[in-house]
C-alpha cells in the first residue's frame, strides 16, 4: 500500500505540467482589476502606494533559478515589477544581472544560521548561545556585502527556512533588527512583524504534495475579487516551473534532502542519548 503511493507520487511529479500559464493569467486578471503589481523595494520607497490597489509580488528562489528567470520573462512582458530573493545555491549571475538590469528588485535569500548550525552541528536551541548569534550576523554582513559586490545594492532580505533551522527552532530571521537595518543599510527583512503588519493580506503558494493550494486563507482570485488594498504575494519558481527534466532534477533534489534529513535526524539522536 505505502509503496503504492510513494510510487504514486512519483509518477506524479514526474509528469507535473508547467503552470506558468496559469501565473500569468493570475498577473492578467489583477491588472485588468486595477492592480499595481510591484516589488517590494519599490512598494516601499513608494511608502506603500497610498490610494492604490497593491500587489508585492515576492519570489523565493529556493532551487529553481531558470524558473525563476521565466517567471520574470512574463513579469517583463505585463510591465510590472517583482522581486527575486536568490540563495546562493540558485544565485545564478546572467540570470540575476538579466532581472535586475530592467528594474526589479534582486537579493539574498540568506540561510545563514542554518549553514552555521550544520556546520558546528548545532542540533539544538539551548546551543545557539550569543557568541553563535554574534558570529552570524557577522557572516551575514559580509554576505551581504559578497552580493552587493557582485549583484548592486541589497534593500531588502528575506530568509530561507531549512531544514536545520526547524530542527533547532530558530529561524535565521533572529539575527536581523532594526541595528543591523542600520548597519546594513537595508529597508527590511521581508518577516518583520512591522511590515507585515502593513499588508492586508498575505498569501503564499504552496508545493504539489498539498495540490499547490493557496495558504493563509484565501486565494489570489478570491483577494482580487474582494478589492483588498495591499497584498503580499509570495510565490517559488520550483511550484510553477515543470516540465520532464525539471522534474527529474526536483526528485534528485528531493532525494538528496531527504537523506540529509535522516543524516541528520540520526545525528541529533545519538547526541541527544549521549548527552
Ligand atoms: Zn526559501
Known sequence: MLLKKVIGNIINKLFQPSRLEEYSSLLDFAISNGYLLTSLADWYENKFYPGRKVIVLRHDVDFNPEGAYKMFLIE???NIKSTYYFRWSTAREKIIRAISSVGFEVSL???TLATYCRKYKIYQAGLV???????????????VMDFEFKFGKIRTLSSHGEIWNMKVGIPNHILIDTRFYKELGIYFETYDQNVLSKFDKYISDSSIKTNHEWQYGLTPTEAINNQ????????????WDYGLMQNIKMLLIALRIKLQNIETHIYCK???NFN
Open 228 to 239: 483588498i488594498k495591499c497584498i503580499c504575494l509570495l510565490t517559488h519558481p520550483h511550484h
Open 129 to 143: 548561545s550569543e557568541e553563535v548569534i554574534k558570529d552570524c550576523r557577522s557572516i551575514l554582513s559580509k554576505e
Open 109 to 111: 535569500h540568506y540561510e
Open 270 to 272: 545519538k547526541s541527544n
Open 76 to 78: 517583463k512582458e505585463r
